[in-house]
């Protein structure tokens, strides 16, 4: 008895004979028939015969109608089953918020909120009955602390590291030509500054990670002459050194060498035809001691332009470490860029990208609290970045601490990313994420350079409106009491009540009520990034809670 799971492919079988008898009368709808009833004879053949898959060699052809739906499950669910709130990652509401102000379309929205204000997460900013009126919003801030003879005026919204070579070359320029338009800063990543970079001038924050791309060796290691060269350039304004990002922490990284073309191999220093490395861990440095030392030597090589270090936090002992290596040794970096673990990368494994590093809140409060408690905090700037998209994206975390922040798949939905997820594999349909020229040459500078001005002009517009509303003239200016959050279904708490927050020196003295720090602090030393109780400790620190 014939299995009732091969019966369409007897069915593709039995519409050969009857295309062919009716290709006679109905030469065009015969000759249809029959073309796709010889197609799908051979599929069902090839199905039963290959060994590779279980499932299409007990339901020929039928099968292979799961495989389509599979490839095509994202933008299926992107374009017809997603809600404007689904966040995969970033939702349709904020990905429509990026492209309206990238096009300079009015974005209002009619008929009030469509957000449910009684769920238990949900945030907002407290209005002042007396709101300020500001001029000007392009709010700056000053970096460079007491050792740094040429500070920056930084915006407080600027482009997070993405490398030349994980962009095209098309993206990179559109992305400097709207930095050099709305005068705000590009950070290049790690993958050193490029031509695409230099082509339109604007403002750099030079990234350097662990391969040392741009200012390395032939063996890979550490050029200071390559770096005092490059450093030099008029067009870059600070210097970041790069420890960790919040995708990957931890974890390194590698350009396999059919990806690495000519440009990028001149760009980045490195052999054609060989894998481009990022090693886990920096070469230059193996304690906080020294790490603040490279610090410093950057800084002095660069002629005192701001150096700054950017990482995502991990263990709390490692960052109080450097922080005590800043007491011991009097080198502060002039910033500190907190990527949180909901940051985004061309491509990082699932178990770092989901469960690897500490959320931007927690690093951030962590990173704060560090400086308040020993007195600094008014010489380092906090930079952050990991998933803001909104002005109430950023009014949220200068009330928690930050005093600029950067975005990178803001600026990305700006060029025209539709969240396509094939940023790894090259073909990226926008020409965004790719090295393929027939992809990257539909990306038109000209055009998409203004998207990304106005992007940025529009968000901080809007930041301006809070920033009035909430009776300030800086974004600088909000804190933890400004932010609201609801708690349970009847209890609303401040972040200045809901979050630990230590008082300028109290790390000076002896004792503090907060969690991480009361366990942490005193195990931590300047001059090794363990931890001093050798004997396994639990890393389970309530960083938010005052229960």
């Excluded at 009716?22 to 197609?39: D, M, Q």
């Excluded at 393929?436 to 002009?457: I, M, S, T």
Aim: with cysteine; hydrophobic share 40%.
């Amino acid at each position: 008895m014939l299995n009732a799971r091969y019966i369409p492919l007897l069915c593709v079988f039995l519409c050969m004979p009857i295309g062919l008898a009716l290709s006679s009368e109905y030469k065009l709808w015969g000759g249809v028939i029959l073309a796709i009833s010889l197609l799908g004879s051979v599929v069902g053949v090839h199905d039963i015969t290959q060994k590779r898959r279980a499932v299409l060699k007990n339901y020929p052809v039928v099968a292979r109608f799961r495989y389509l739906f599979e490839r095509f499950r994202p933008e299926i669910r992107q374009y017809l089953l997603e809600s404007d709130h689904d966040e995969v990652p970033y939702s349709r509401e904020q990905r429509t918020l990026v492209y309206r102000r990238a096009k300079d379309i009015e974005g209002l929205r009619p008929f009030g909120t469509l957000k449910n204000l009684q769920q238990i997460g949900h945030e907002w900013m407290n209005h002042s009955i007396s709101p300020t009126q500001i001029d000007d919003g392009q709010f700056r801030i000053k970096v460079g602390g007491s050792n740094c003879s040429l500070p920056y005026d930084c915006s407080v919204l600027n482009i997070s590291g993405m490398s030349y070579g994980a962009l095209s070359p098309n993206a990179i320029e559109a992305l400097n030509r709207g930095a050099k338009q709305g005068r705000f800063a590009h950070t290049t990543g790690e993958g050193a500054i490029s031509k695409s970079h230099q082509l339109h001038g604007g403002d750099l924050i030079w990234q350097i990670g662990s391969g040392y791309f741009g200012c390395r060796d032939s063996a890979g290691n550490f050029d200071p002459q390559q770096f005092k060269t490059t450093a030099a350039f008029d067009q870059v304004k600070m210097i970041e050194l790069k420890l960790s990002q919040g995708a990957k922490p931890g974890h390194g990284g590698i350009l396999l060498a059919a990806k690495v073309t000519q440009s990028i191999a001149e760009t980045r220093g490195v052999p054609m035809g060989e894998d481009c490395i990022s090693p886990a861990k920096h070469s230059e440095f193996d304690t906080p001691i020294e790490l603040l030392e490279f610090v410093g030597k950057l800084r002095e090589l660069s002629g005192g332009k701001p150096v700054g270090i950017k990482l995502c936090v991990g263990h709390p002992w490692e960052f109080f470490a450097i922080a005590k290596a800043m007491q011991d040794t009097g080198i502060l970096p002039d910033f500190i860029t907190v990527d949180g673990s909901e940051g985004g990368t061309g491509a990082a494994p699932v178990e770092f990208a989901d469960h690897m590093g500490a959320p931007l809140r927690e690093g951030l409060m962590l990173v704060h609290n560090s400086l308040v408690g020993l007195n600094i905090r008014d010489e380092i700037k906090i930079i952050v970045s990991g998933k803001l998209i909104s002005a109430f994206d950023i009014a949220r975390v200068f009330a928690l601490g930050a005093d600029a922040c950067n975005m990178a798949r803001g600026f990305m939905f700006a060029l025209g990313c539709l969240q396509a997820q094939a940023c790894h594999t090259g073909h990226c349909p926008t020409g965004v994420a790719t090295q393929d020229p027939g992809r990257y040459r539909a990306l038109d500078v000209e055009h998409k350079y203004k998207r990304v001005a106005n992007f940025h002009r529009n968000t901080l517009e809007a930041l301006k409106e809070s920033v009035a509303a909430s009776g300030l003239i800086h974004p600088t200016q909000f804190t933890p009491h400004h932010l609201m959050i609801r708690v349970t279904s009847r209890q609303v708490r401040s972040a200045a009540s809901q979050y630990h927050w230590l008082e300028p020196g109290e790390l000076l003295s002896e004792g503090t009520k907060h969690p991480a720090f009361a366990k942490f602090w005193a195990k931590s030393c300047s001059s090794t990034f363990s931890i001093l109780d050798q004997q396994k400790t639990s890393n389970v620190v309530r960083f938010q809670s005052n229960g």
